[in-house]
């Protein structure tokens, strides 16, 4: 009988700080409870804000802090188990005070946005989601793939499309500082890959946006990604491990100085790799891939704790090689029997934060940080007497030195004003080059050096006349040194509080976006065998976003959104060349290859629905519902479906957890998704045949569509807690019907004409987690 008491027996420690939001300084006295423990379990802070609460029973909890004067804050459920402590940073927001009372009339719901000058289409995530919804494996990409008017490219990459825009208007920010993709596999001209390089053991709660973001963001047309790492235990060393399909992971926190500093750290090697080492290959019989990643957090504040010194970094290395038929004598297709393709793809980001509380109303916050990716795609045929040795050669390099700086004071509870900026100095080589199979000789395309200045001013101001309005107007502006374009850009948001469960919310945003870097430096021969580079002067992309919102909280767990958006799209490059229909944001990576002009329109509009119940008492769900319109116009009139069109999307996950008496819980979860097929441009079978590769009709752009897009993915895990050691065990399974969902038409030289691409099928992700 001793082992079951000692299980039943085990607690845990939950601790942290209480600050105030908009200042950062510590609140004192502010009162801590464990809501569903009997009796009920609490605290109150200390003078520097710190609370402890001891002997927390392992299991879900939810964590309740109030403060006089100030707004409540209810987490989501937390997982407490035996081996980690759980560390919150809890960040209140003081309610307007009248001359009689302090009105709070907000009531404060997970998943509610971190950033308040954030009041649409935003909402908050923890990494606890990103295990939790199935299919998502960690990655807050595919976990994104849940949410109103969010969908993805394809089965096996984390691009996604937005609300009708490309996936290349997604912005992601880490630490205040603008990360340029960091994903494994990444392409260039981009903003996914086939996996996030960011590790789920430093992930702190992060925000997600899908438009009409607040003036602090820039250089952006669909979303924001705004990430977060948290700090390591300050008190006690503490161990990960975890064993799956997808890596090797080791992750290991603790103090440098006993409740000071500390450090966080996690590194991740392919299991893919080490598979393809010992001659199993699971991604195809002739594709080695491997990649492996490194994260880590230090953490140094001051003895006083008015300043917080902080230096971060991530890192990836990625390579794909798709090897030849080994029998000789079986070679007939170059794209398929005998071209080898070599595909590196490596990224780091390494800086440090420095934040300094200036008195008891405003803070300084200033990042360094220096970013670096470098892309490399070589094809290569073996047959040589019949075929050219090179087929396609790029080379991507792009490194950034970044700064970012803000300054913030709140005069009352009625006004905070942020002011800021982001500079990054660019430094940039590109190169590709292509083999012209008409003409029989090997064309440079893009060919380019140097470095460039590009800086981002903002200010914006958050003002609440009411206990019931909250308005908040900015400015953002854009400049880049290459070509001296600037932007300037006014955001504006107006929420309205009916009452405690409902809230009414109207937001405009001027955005800008300066094209992939590459696309400046398009090379272009004339016919007497010159060339230039007609796309050096190409206009900042914009896009004016309105969005009204309504959100209603239905009883205690439950809530229902609904927006409805606009969107309008500027200066989008577009192909000078007669007749041409490309539209430069229809294309889903790379770099234009031919002269732009600066006169491409578009448009987006549609609505969003979320209807969710807040996992509680071993539930949860999430259904969300878009339809959506997606076209684009050229300088001649003619108006498109974009690539992205697919109209409508549905989307649902459940999940949920049964807790056994001996100890131990089961987890089931489940998403269906569920939408428009992408559009493509029907391809010309003749030409096609002749050019070897997909040419399509460009009367017809994008006028096919694939089929509906049909997916359902399960997650099965088990949790476990024992002395010393906590375990789980998780099996995700993305496609469990294995169906076969069109992803494009192509060319497909074995048979010599036109076909569909289908995308992945059935992928099971099976991990073991280990904490001690």
């Not at 309610?95 to 009531?107: G, P, R, S, Y």
């Not at 010159?530 to 309105?546: A, C, E, V």
Request: net charge negative; hydrophobic share 35%; with cysteine.
């Amino acid at each position: 009988m001793l082992l079951p008491l000692m299980l039943l027996a085990q607690t845990q420690t939950i601790k942290g700080t209480v600050i105030d939001k908009d200042t950062r300084q510590p609140l004192v006295g502010a009162t801590v409870v464990v809501e569903d423990t009997q009796p009920v379990m609490g605290g109150i802070t200390d003078e520097n804000g710190q609370f402890r609460l001891q002997g927390v029973p392992v299991g879900r909890h939810s964590i309740r802090c109030s403060y006089l004067g100030y707004e409540k804050f209810t987490t989501d459920n937390l997982i407490v188990n035996s081996v980690k402590e759980v560390v919150l940073h809890i960040e209140l927001v003081e309610a307007i005070a009248t001359t009689e009372e302090v009105v709070i009339l907000a009531q404060e719901t997970p998943n509610q946005a971190i950033n308040r000058m954030s009041v649409v289409s935003t909402r908050s995530f923890s990494v606890e989601e990103t295990e939790r919804y199935a299919g998502s494996v960690n990655d807050p990409g595919r976990m994104a793939v849940g949410f109103a008017g969010v969908q993805s490219i394809k089965d096996n990459s984390s691009e996604l499309i937005i609300r009708g825009n490309s996936a290349a208007g997604l912005l992601w920010r880490l630490e205040g500082i603008d990360i340029p993709n960091p994903n494994h596999f990444a392409r260039a001209g981009s903003s996914g890959g086939g996996i996030t390089v960011f590790s789920a053991q430093l992930l702190d709660n992060s925000d997600f946006s899908t438009g009409a973001f607040a003036a602090e963001y820039g250089n952006a047309l669909s979303g924001v990604f705004d990430m977060h790492f948290r700090k390591g235990n300050r008190e006690q060393r503490e161990y990960r491990f975890k064993a799956g399909l997808l890596g090797l992971d080791f992750a290991a926190e603790g103090p440098f100085k006993k409740g000071r500093s500390s450090y966080l750290l996690n590194y991740r090697y392919s299991t893919l790799g080490i598979l393809n080492d010992l001659g199993f290959r699971l991604v195809g019989e002739r594709i080695d891939n491997n990649f492996q990643d490194l994260s880590f957090n230090l953490y140094f504040p001051s003895k006083d704790n008015n300043t917080v010194l902080t230096i971060f970094g991530i890192g990836g290395l990625s390579e794909e090689l798709w090897e030849p038929v080994a029998e000789v004598s079986s070679w007939q297709i170059p794209s398929t029997d005998y071209e080898t393709t070599e595909f590196i793809s490596n990224m780091g980001a390494t800086g440090l934060t420095l934040t300094h509380l200036l008195d008891e109303k405003s803070y300084l916050k200033a990042v360094v940080a220096a970013t670096a990716n470098f892309i490399s795609i070589r094809d290569d045929t073996l047959n040589t007497r019949l075929e050219p040795a090179l087929i396609n050669e790029e080379a991507y390099k792009e490194s950034r030195i970044s700064g970012s700086f803000f300054y913030n004071r709140k005069f009352n509870s009625r006004f905070t004003l942020k002011t800021g900026f982001f500079a990054s100095q660019l430094f940039f080589d590109f190169e590709r080059q292509a083999y012209d199979f008409s003409e029989g000789v090997l064309n440079r395309l893009t060919d380019g050096s140097g470095n460039a200045f590009l800086l981002q001013p903002y200010l914006q101001g958050s003002i609440r006349p009411t206990e019931k309005l909250t308005l908040n107007l900015g400015l953002h502006s854009i400049w880049l040194g290459l070509n001296n374009r600037f932007s300037l850009e006014p955001r504006a948001a107006l929420k309205l509080q009916l009452n405690e469960q409902q809230a009414l919310s109207l937001a405009y945003g001027l955005h800008g976006q300066i094209l992939p870097l590459g696309t400046y430096f398009t090379e272009v021969k004339a016919a007497d065998g010159s060339s230039s580079m007609p796309n050096r002067d190409l206009k900042i992309m914009k896009s004016h976003h309105l969005v009204l919102g309504y959100n209603r909280l239905i009883g205690q767990g439950l809530r229902l959104n609904v927006e409805a958006y606009y969107q309008r799209l500027l200066h989008v490059p577009v192909s000078t060349r007669p007749g041409s229909t490309f539209w430069i944001l229809n294309q889903r990576d790379g770099y234009a290859t031919e002269a732009l002009s600066s006169q491409g329109k578009g448009t987006n509009y549609g609505l969003d629905l979320t209807f969710e119940r807040f996992f509680a008492k071993g539930l949860f769900f999430l259904l969300s519902a878009s339809l959506y319109e997606s076209t684009y116009e050229l300088p001649d009139g003619r108006v498109f479906d974009t690539r992205y069109n697919g109209n409508y999307a549905l989307n649902g996950m459940l999940g949920k957890e049964v807790s056994f008496k001996k100890g131990g819980t089961l987890q089931l979860g489940s998403r269906l998704i569920y939408g428009g097929g992408l559009r493509y441009t029907p391809g010309d079978p003749l030409l096609s045949r002749l050019e070897r590769e997909h040419v399509p009709l460009e009367d017809l752009a994008y006028t096919g569509q694939v089929g509906d897009y049909f997916r359902i993915d399960l997650r099965l895990s088990y949790r476990k807690n024992l002395p010393g050691f906590a375990y789980i065990l998780s099996l995700d399974v993305q496609n469990v019907t294995n169906r076969q969902n069109i992803r494009d038409e192509i060319y497909n030289p074995a048979i010599h004409g036109l076909e569909f691409r289908t995308q992945s099928g059935l992928i099971p992700v099976i991990s073991f987690q280990l904490d001690f």
